[in-house]
């Protein structure tokens, strides 16, 4: 499913010994994501480090996850390219060990055997997703007609304005 990545890790093995994995992984390996596209063409550049802390406390995934999809805007629905990129930052700990960071901000990986590495990947992705994606106003086909809008209404605080000149 994915090209060069396996498809579950086992992330505390991977921290210990300081792996990298690096590949692609399709759209389609990510329903999720896939059903906030228009389609599921393209894929997701992983680039994850597992490794353990300069004390072997602590085990940590970090680096760069990026894809570019195809959703619609949300000013005139027209479809739009969006790339999305998202540098994680996660503590990997057994669901046993170090309870005092489950009470801290970090952002956590528990874990028991095997992560499903396109789930992982996915979830970041999601998470780095816009609320609502938009063109840049300079390229919406929507854009004329909200200017055009905007300079022929009045604003809706003019009548404030009179009323307040009535009172003095």
Same mark, same amino acid.
Do not use: Y
């Given at each position: 499913?994915? /090209? @060069?990545?396996?498809?579950?890790?086992?992330?505390? $093995?991977?921290?210990?010994? @300081?792996? $990298?994995?690096? @590949?692609?992984?399709?759209?389609?390996?990510?329903?999720?994501?896939?059903? *906030?596209?228009?389609? !599921?063409?393209?894929?997701?550049?992983?680039?994850?480090?597992?490794?353990?802390?300069?004390?072997?406390?602590?085990?940590?995934? /970090? @680096?760069?996850?990026?894809?570019? &999809?195809?959703?619609?805007? *949300?000013?005139?629905?027209?479809?739009?390219?969006?790339?999305?990129?998202?540098?994680?930052?996660?503590?990997?700990?057994?669901?046993?060990?170090?309870?005092?960071?489950?009470? %801290? !901000?970090? %952002?956590?990986? &528990?874990?028991?055997?095997? &992560?499903?590495?396109?789930?992982? &990947?996915? =979830?970041?992705?999601?998470?780095?997703?816009?609320?609502?994606?938009?063109?840049?106003?300079?390229?919406?086909?929507?854009?004329?007609?909200? *200017?055009?809008? *905007?300079? /022929?209404?009045?604003?809706?605080?003019?009548?404030?304005?009179?009323?307040? =000149?009535?009172?003095?």
């Amino acid at each position: 499913m994915s /090209s @060069g990545l396996p498809a579950t890790v086992d992330a505390i $093995r991977l921290a210990d010994t @300081g792996t $990298r994995l690096a @590949g692609e992984i399709p759209l389609k390996a990510m329903p999720r994501l896939r059903g *906030q596209c228009l389609d !599921d063409r393209g894929e997701a550049s992983v680039d994850l480090l597992f490794e353990r802390s300069a004390d072997r406390a602590l085990r940590r995934i /970090s @680096g760069h996850i990026s894809a570019r &999809v195809r959703v619609a805007c *949300q000013r005139c629905l027209e479809p739009m390219t969006l790339t999305v990129e998202v540098e994680p930052s996660l503590l990997v700990v057994k669901a046993d060990e170090h309870p005092e960071l489950l009470a %801290e !901000d970090a %952002e956590l990986l &528990v874990v028991g055997k095997a &992560v499903s590495l396109n789930e992982l &990947v996915e =979830d970041e992705l999601l998470l780095a997703m816009p609320m609502i994606p938009m063109h840049a106003l300079s390229e919406c086909s929507a854009s004329a007609s909200l *200017q055009a809008q *905007q300079g /022929s209404r009045a604003s809706p605080f003019a009548i404030l304005d009179k009323l307040k =000149d009535k009172g003095k």
